[in-house]
């Protein structure tokens, strides 16, 4: 079956620092990947997604690539802020609809100033 | 984007009471709805999807007489736990989508616990 693997958290960064959070997957065919990301008090939100191989996703400075070859999806932004503080899940979506998901565990991200 | 409305946020209920949540689209007709629930410190597993109009289809380990799951219109899904007992507690999301191909939007999610 499907599965998503995500980096061990908590991170904690100080601002404008480097962020990276490694998700690796397993999963039969051609899997859409997501990255959603939870801030406190509220619901999950899509950050980004690649649909295919080679893909880059990018949304508000965040980006990741598809990579078929390592399985894997690894969130990245160059310079992080206060503000980015959440809890970040890794998903993949084997079929058709974009709805139905499997989740790495959630990596918290904790941005100090 | 689009909102997906979830109520209550916090239940606490007694042991062998049924609780029921809901899940509502509130700006667009969602085909699709999830169903999905979060152990403490442990990713999102996904419990059932439900279709507007038909029977929810659930997951491989989820007893569907004790999470009884109803969509009986497009921006309407519950959840009903019935007979709820302590081990039942954990955090219920659901989602919603507009079709296939389409990004899944989230409720801000109901923390059960049963006492």
């Known amino acids: 079956g499907n599965s998503v693997t995500q980096m061990e958290g908590p991170v904690t960064l100080s601002e404008e620092a480097f962020l990276t959070i490694n998700c690796t997957y397993t999963a039969t065919g051609y899997p859409s990947l997501f990255w959603y990301v939870q801030y406190p008090g509220e619901g999950l939100q899509l950050l980004l997604k690649?649909?295919?191989?080679?893909d880059k996703g990018s949304n508000k400075g965040f980006e990741a690539t598809y990579r078929k070859e390592t399985t894997s999806f690894h969130l990245e932004k160059g310079s992080v802020q206060v503000s980015d503080s959440a809890v970040y899940f890794c998903?993949?979506?084997?079929?058709?609809?974009?709805?139905?998901?499997?989740f790495g565990q959630g990596t918290i991200l904790t941005v100090h100033p | 984007g689009a909102v997906v409305s979830q109520h209550p946020s916090r239940v606490i209920c007694k042991s062998g009471t049924s609780v029921k949540i809901e899940c509502r689209s509130l700006d667009f007709q969602a085909t699709t709805m999830f169903w999905y629930r979060q152990f403490p410190k442990q990713s999102l597993m996904l419990m059932a999807t439900?279709?507007?109009?038909?029977?929810?289809?659930?997951e491989q380990g989820v007893e569907k007489d004790k999470f009884l799951i109803n969509h009986a219109s497009l921006t309407l899904s519950t959840l009903t736990v019935t007979s709820a007992h302590p081990e039942d507690s954990s955090f219920y999301i659901c989602?919603?989508?507009?079709?296939?191909?389409?990004?899944?939007?989230f409720g801000q999610g109901t923390r059960l616990t049963v006492v």
């Open positions: 690649a649909t295919k191989a080679d």
């Open positions: 998903a993949l979506s084997g079929g058709t609809s974009y709805g139905k998901l499997t």
């Open positions: 439900s279709n507007e109009g038909s029977k929810a289809t659930y």
């Open positions: 989602s919603a989508t507009r079709g296939q191909n389409t990004e899944a939007f």
